[in-house]
């Protein structure tokens, strides 16, 4: 039974914060990348057992990466992301 709501999350909540549909969240609890308990007809995550796929918080080494990784890409691809915008 679960005894606190908050130290789970339902399929949905995952496929929110990862930006995938509920499907893809399925899919890797199939195959077992994403570790989920059965609870009547309904999985639940714990927020425990993710590890490393859910992260509150960017390291500055992380974020440095980030930056640098869509400096290079509006600088290489800026056009064509102005182009795709105005479609």
Do not use: Q, W
């Amino acid at each position: 039974m679960i005894k606190d709501n908050n130290e789970y999350l339902s399929v949905k909540e995952l496929a929110d914060i990862l930006n995938i549909s509920r499907v893809a969240v399925f899919k890797k609890i199939k195959n077992g990348h994403v570790y989920a308990e059965k609870i009547g007809r309904s999985y639940v995550i714990p927020k425990n057992r993710l590890g490393g796929i859910v992260s509150s918080e960017l390291t500055e080494r992380l974020k440095c990466k980030i930056e640098k990784g869509v400096t290079k890409v509006v600088t290489e691809y800026g056009d064509v992301l102005k182009r795709l915008g105005k479609e």
